[in-house]
């Protein structure tokens, strides 16, 4: 067990404090910059090919999901704007030091593990452009996005607004193609029918997967103690961020299968870039120049935002103190370096498909308890400040976060045996990690 909390080197390392330069604006194109990335590009071919046409209605059902719990995130934002926010809130609901690490926990791996199936998507959009290996382009952007991320937020979040513009402008085009053949030839397919009728299990289960879609409004309270104002403005950008790319999805997934089809669809490796060139042929080079800005700007809100819970929970003395370090650009330079480093090494081995269910499975754990932990505080703290408050209670009990872990433990039943078991591995290795670097486990 080694002694994090008093290592004799902890006075040895200079603090500063993380730099506020986000305002509203910044934080909800941060929010939406993430959310609106790979996942659109690349899942919604993955996600046709489960529900068909219908796929339009998995976009609802995760928005609807995500909705709960954003509303959850809101409001605990308002009352606890720090970074490693997950760990926060449960430490504070529960005051249970290894559960709240394991939360953290499987926000940190599934943070950097994301990042790297987004630059394999990247790299997948580079090479059937210019050729070249996967791998290395992988490699590559994870690097420049790894030294994006140590020159600053504000750095971090000019790349993030230059890209999230490019990237919602590719929607919008997808969109204004959509409403082009709706306008001119009216509805073209069955919206409900799916591959071999296999009706709601399939609409289900490809909202298990396309939830990696939504993946990015719960990053968005970790950069609280970057942010202006945080108890008003990060709730603010969250739900702007959660509103803004709701619509955006459902506009987009209506548009797609109605202009190609769910067939066509699911056996395109680019399946927007399709939907765009089914109508304006010479349109692929150019879409797909927008889809790399798309998944470069989510890989490197994936890899900031790992490298601030790593470094709040290293604060809080549950990782070794050099992780808590912040460089003279103030940035967590130490946690950084790691997080880069873990994407570099697992950039090896990634599938897009396998990822975005394993992360989707750690992020509805994630979900349940944070959730819950509204839940608690609501009755543990009810008189505690709170900048926003989820609307619908009955008395102090708050019935949307009480729907968002219903359904967050629900969709669960949906992965296959495969990732549940890669999911109890995760959750295996984050104990072994703590009862290693925890200055006091007993107190778990």
Do not use: C
Not at 415 to 435: P, T
């Amino acid at each position: 067990m080694l002694p994090i909390g008093n290592t004799p080197m902890k006075h040895k390392i200079k603090r500063f404090k993380l730099k506020r330069a986000l305002n509203l604006w910044e934080l909800s194109l941060y929010g939406v910059g993430v959310i609106l990335g790979a996942g659109i590009y690349a899942l919604i071919g993955v996600g046709a090919g489960i529900a068909g046409n219908a796929v339009w209605i998995s976009f609802i059902i995760a928005a609807i999901v995500a909705g709960f719990t954003g509303l959850s995130y809101a409001e605990l934002a308002s009352m606890y704007p720090k970074e490693a926010a997950e760990y926060t809130y449960t430490k504070k609901a529960f005051n249970k030091r290894q559960f709240s690490f394991i939360i953290g926990w499987l926000m940190i791996i599934a943070g950097i593990v994301s990042a790297v199936a987004v630059a394999f998507g990247f790299a997948g959009y580079f090479t059937h452009l210019w050729g070249g290996s996967v791998t290395v382009v992988a490699f590559i952007l994870l690097l420049v996005l790894s030294f994006i991320s140590y020159l600053g937020i504000k750095e971090s979040s000019t790349f993030n607004i230059v890209a999230t513009i490019i990237e919602t402008s590719g929607l919008l085009i997808v969109i204004a193609i959509g409403a082009y053949v709706f306008f001119s030839k009216g509805i073209q397919v069955n919206l409900l029918e799916t591959p071999l009728g296999i009706g709601v299990p399939g609409i289900m289960s490809a909202v298990a997967i396309i939830f990696f879609a939504f993946l990015g409004f719960e990053d968005m309270v970790n950069l609280a103690e970057e942010t202006k104002n945080p108890k008003k403005t990060v709730p603010r950008a969250l739900v702007l961020a959660l509103g803004l790319s709701t619509l955006l999805y459902l506009l987009v997934s209506f548009s797609a299968v109605n202009t190609v089809g769910w067939e066509k669809l699911s056996s395109s490796s680019a399946p927007l870039t399709l939907t765009v060139s089914s109508v304006i042929p010479k349109a692929d080079l150019l879409f797909s120049l927008i889809a790399l800005f798309a998944t470069a700007n989510t890989a490197l809100i994936l890899l900031v935002v790992s490298s601030r819970i790593l470094f709040g929970m290293a604060r809080d003395h549950s990782f070794p103190a050099i992780l808590s370090k912040i460089g003279s650009r103030g940035t967590p330079t130490a946690a950084v370096i790691i997080s880069g480093a873990i994407a570099l090494g697992l950039s090896l081995t990634s599938t897009i498909k396998t990822v975005a269910q394993v992360t989707d499975l750690s992020l509805f754990i994630i979900y349940a308890a944070v959730n819950l932990s509204l839940i608690v505080l609501r009755f543990k703290v009810p008189k505690a400040a709170r900048g926003f408050k989820v609307p619908f209670n009955i008395g102090k009990f708050p019935v949307l976060p009480a729907l968002g872990l219903a359904t967050s433990l629900g969709m669960i039943f949906y992965f296959e045996k495969n990732v549940l078991l890669i999911g109890l591995a995760i959750i295996g290795s984050g104990i072994l990690v703590y009862r290693i670097f925890s200055p006091n486990p007993q107190s778990a």
